[in-house]
């Protein structure tokens, strides 16, 4: 069965300081993978997504994310941290022909200035 | 003018009473779902529509009853509410279907409180 784990419940940065979010999935083939970001009182927006070909993708808002199968892992980074960015981040997990995403439990971001 | 929409965004309600969120989407997609947020954020799909069709049911209890009149509308009614019925449901849509690469689209989300 699909699953995807983000081990880090709750992150403090400090405003410019870069950041990597951890997401390993579980899934048999190769999996559609997906950050998703929440802010307070808001649903999810988009991040960036992985489907195949490169294995480092962009994404909005200056962050970027890399496959590596290896080690089932789709971390998400961004070099220089903005207050704006503090939310909640999800790692979402799908497959070719079903509509299901799996989501991980989040890791809630902290900036300080 | 947003593009997933849901009503109401509070609901505040006692134990046992039926209630309604609506959801309509103006992007023209044809896959509609609706996901339940707990309180530890954690978020669980609970149906799919493509269309008007029942894609996915994830072993919802069946007081939740899913309605969609046209592919730009789906509805949830949930029956005899229960403390644990308590969570943020979100609404989303897609044009594609999440897991065969279409981008989900998240309404703001429909806070319900059972008293």
């Known amino acids: 069965a699909q699953s995807v784990t983000q081990p880090d419940i709750h992150i403090t940065v400090s405003e410019g300081a870069s950041l990597e979010l951890r997401c390993n999935y579980s899934?048999?083939?190769?999996?559609?993978l997906f950050w998703y970001v929440q802010s307070p009182g808001q649903g999810l927006q988009l991040l960036l997504k992985?489907?195949?070909?490169?294995?480092l993708v962009q994404g909005i808002k200056g962050f970027e994310a890399e496959f590596k199968r290896s080690q089932s892992s789709f971390n998400l980074r961004k070099p220089s941290v903005h207050w704006s960015d503090a939310a909640e981040y999800f790692c979402a997990v799908g497959s070719r022909g079903t509509d299901k995403l799996i989501f991980g439990t989040g890791t809630r971001l902290q900036v300080f200035p | 003018d947003t593009a997933v929409s849901q009503t109401p965004k509070y609901l505040v309600t006692q134990m046992g009473n039926d209630k309604s969120i609506k959801c309509e989407q103006n992007?023209?997609?044809?896959?509609m779902y609706w996901y339940k947020q707990d309180s530890k954020k954690f978020l669980k799909i609970m149906f799919s529509y493509n269309n008007k069709e029942l894609i996915i049911n994830e072993t919802v209890p069946n007081r939740f009853s899913p309605k969609s009149p046209d592919k730009a509308h789906l509805n949830l009614h949930i029956n005899s509410l229960e403390l644990g019925d308590s969570a943020v449901y979100f609404c989303a849509s897609s044009q594609k279907g999440g897991g065969t690469g279409g981008e989900l689209f998240f309404g703001e989300g429909s806070r319900l409180t059972v008293l």
């Open positions: 992985y489907f195949s070909g490169d294995t």
């Open positions: 992007l023209g997609h044809d896959t």
């Open positions: 899934y048999g083939a190769t999996p559609y």
